[in-house]
């Protein structure tokens, strides 16, 4: 096979990989690039919670290193109900890979899990992270610089994490903040809290799809792109953004939706997992949102954690630039098993879930979460449920919502 070949198919996984999850649900039929955006261009809470009779306030958060990130409240329930936060206990959600606030909103609301909290008497906070749509801002940086797109999800975790966790916080009268994190979310979460960040500001973690341990992802798209998503990748593309909606990547999986055979509904499934209990009504709402840019080097991140099978600070190469960033040869690991054993976890994960396996997640419980207090630790395990079902679902909200809540109630004793 030639050069130019073995180039081609790489970049074809690369994109499979990247969008598969966020946008090929039905990527032959998308709208153009820039539609979705222009859909959703008058923010999260006009477009998705204040026509369902909720109010709805946006605030901003600027992060240490100068991100300007946007966050959705919706105070209280529907139709006007409790509408004051005051007292009320907070509860932050944040989304996962190529996705933003909207994760939470997709469905009805009777479905989805922003409007069930907030009806729950709830003070509901919805972050959105860096490089997405209503979050590309910076004191100093246009997001067109190649500057704003140098960060991978451990920025997420130092940066983003703890600015968003302070300022609900401080919102909210210092009341301590329920997290709830799907899939990427959970991954900075659990990077946070083993550093010990913003412990005393939480009352709990529920974590959705949980990613630690990213060895034996069952995806066989996920590895083969794994295999060419490395620094090359980088020139490959010749992105530090990674923008699943602009031409190049657009045209891409547009190509790779028509090939004889593919279907790509078919081929999320094949990439997450086989989702259960999907809704085609909420596909519309999905794809006026999603999929969302994500830097480039993020995805380099992730991919060493599926060669590695580690959970550590993004290496750099080489010796000499990770001594640089962290005055050592190899880039310092993330140790789970030093968040206090004391702190709440809800883990929910499924037997369908490629990305979330259910080996790597047993490898989290059992070995990196082992000393954890028994009566801390809630796991559930859905056998019929994969990755996007517990965002997506149509009855997640009995199967996944109503206990994750429940547990919420244990920590409010």
């Avoid at 190529?98 to 009777?110: A, Q, Y």
């Avoid at 910076?138 to 994490?161: C, I, M, N, Q």
């Avoid at 799907?182 to 960040?197: D, K, P, R, V, Y």
């Avoid at 259960?276 to 909420?282: E, G, H, I, M, P």
Wanted: aromatic fraction near 8%.
């Amino acid at each position: 096979m030639s050069g130019g070949r073995s180039r081609s198919s790489a970049v074809a996984s690369l994109t499979i990989l990247l969008c598969v999850g966020a946008a090929a649900v039905l990527a032959a039929a998308r709208p153009t690039p820039g539609a979705s955006r222009a859909t959703a261009a008058n923010g999260t809470c006009q477009s998705r919670v204040e026509p369902f009779g909720y109010k709805c306030e946006e605030h901003t958060v600027t992060t240490a290193d100068g991100y300007i990130l946007s966050l959705q409240r919706i105070p209280g329930g529907r139709g006007g109900s409790g509408q004051s936060p005051g007292g009320k206990i907070p509860v932050l959600l944040q989304h996962g890979l190529l996705m933003d606030g909207v994760t939470w909103l997709v469905n009805s609301p009777s479905e989805s899990l922003g409007y069930i909290l907030a009806d729950g008497g709830y003070d509901v906070w919805i972050a959105n992270s860096r490089g997405t749509v209503y979050s590309r801002g910076h004191t100093t940086l246009s997001s067109t610089d190649p500057a704003y797109w140098d960060w991978s999800w451990d920025e997420l975790a130092g940066e983003d994490l703890p600015a968003v966790v302070q300022y609900v916080y401080a919102q909210s009268g210092q009341q301590r903040v329920h997290y709830v994190g799907h899939s990427l979310g959970t991954l900075i979460a659990f990077a946070a809290l083993s550093e010990g960040q913003q412990v005393g500001m939480l009352r709990s973690a529920a974590l959705l799809s949980p990613i630690a341990y990213l060895d034996e992802v069952s995806s066989p798209l996920a590895r083969a792109a794994a295999d060419v998503f490395l620094g090359e990748a980088l020139y490959w593309l010749g992105l530090n953004e990674f923008d699943p909606t602009g031409e190049t990547v657009h045209k891409l999986v547009t190509d790779v939706c028509l090939q004889p055979g593919i279907n790509c509904y078919n081929l999320m499934s094949v990439f997450t997992g086989d989702n259960c209990c999907l809704d085609n009504s909420s596909v519309q709402v999905f794809l006026a949102h999603e999929p969302q840019a994500s830097a480039t080097k993020n995805m380099v991140h992730l991919a060493q954690m599926i060669r590695r099978g580690t959970i550590a600070k993004y290496d750099y190469g080489n010796a000499a630039d990770n001594t640089k960033h962290y005055g050592q040869a190899t880039p310092p690991a993330y140790d789970v098993s030093a968040i206090p054993d004391d702190f709440p976890l809800f883990l929910s994960y499924g037997g369908r879930d490629s990305l979330s396996d259910v080996q790597d997640v047993d490898h989290l419980i059992h070995d990196a979460l082992k000393s954890h207090d028994g009566d801390k630790l809630t796991v559930q395990y859905l056998d019929d449920y994969a990755h996007a079902d517990f965002v997506m679902a149509g009855n997640a909200k009995e199967r996944v919502y109503a206990p994750l809540m429940a547990f919420f109630k244990l920590q409010e004793k």
